[in-house]
Nanobody
């Protein structure tokens, strides 16, 4: 089993940057593909980014390509989401998920979830 704890969210002005972290418990973190999803008020959860177990393969939603970067440090059991040039529409609760096997853009494929961290982008 994997427990996930996100951090790094907060209030930032449009155009600013934030780096989210997702720390995982357990010694098998490197066995899991990881993903970031977000959910804005009144909207469904949507895929943001995913990374393979060894960090070689990354996938992004079209809406964040070139703006967000996902990375992982298996020695620290942590996955990151660097968010640059933030826009008001990036405001959401960001949650990380873990799954065995290959990366996926589908939230239903993920087995474990964190509690989420709020990101609010102001004008």
């Amino acid at each position: 089993q994997v427990q996930l704890v996100e951090s790094g969210g907060g209030l930032v002005q449009a155009g600013g940057s934030l780096r989210l972290s997702c720390a995982a418990s357990g010694r098998t973190f490197s066995s899991y593909a990881m993903g970031w999803f977000r959910q804005a008020p009144g909207k469904e959860r949507e895929f943001v980014a995913a990374i393979s177990v060894n960090g070689v393969i990354t996938r992004y939603a079209d809406s964040v390509k070139g703006q967000f970067t996902i990375s992982r440090d298996n020695a620290k059991n942590t996955v990151y989401l660097q968010m640059n040039s933030l826009k008001i529409e990036d405001t959401a609760v960001y949650t990380c998920g873990a799954k065995t096997g290959l990366t996926s853009t589908r939230s239903d494929d993920y087995h474990y979830w964190g509690q989420g961290t709020q990101v609010t982008v102001s004008s």
